[in-house]
Nanobody, 126 residues
């Protein structure tokens, strides 16, 4: 059974930083894609960042470029998302998503991801 377990969420002030982690178990995603999405209350779930295990290519939503960094641990089944200069409008539940299909580029469409974590709450206070 595949499990994606997120950690690292919490409460932070505007301008602060958080580091999210996603650990995958039950299946290898070493050549696949692991990504982060977020969903704020009343809004659609949106792509934040992703990384390809086969190519190392990363992709980011325009709104987070220059502030967020996604990286993969040596085991490649663990991904971190370093979030800096956080804004109140980025308050949301952050979800880890994974696809075991080998791709060079990172899909931003959530339908491309078969596996999802339970989510971790990130709250940015103003």
């Amino acid at each position: 059974q595949v499990q994606l377990v997120e950690s690292g969420g919490g409460l932070v002030q505007t301008g602060g930083s958080l580091r999210l982690s996603c650990a995958a178990a039950g299946r290898t995603f070493s050549d696949g894609i692991i990504a982060w999405f977020r969903q704020a209350p009343g809004k659609e779930r949106e792509f934040v960042a992703g990384i390809s295990g086969s190519s190392g290519i990363t992709d980011y939503a325009d709104s987070v470029k220059g502030r967020f960094t996604i990286s993969r641990a040596n085991a490649r089944n663990t991904v971190h998302l370093q979030m800096n200069s956080l804004k109140p409008e980025e308050t949301a539940v952050y979800y880890c998503a994974a696809s075991d299909r080998r791709r060079l580029l990172v899909p931003t469409d959530r339908d491309r991801y078969a596996y999802w974590g339970q989510g971790t709450q990130v709250t940015v206070s103003s």
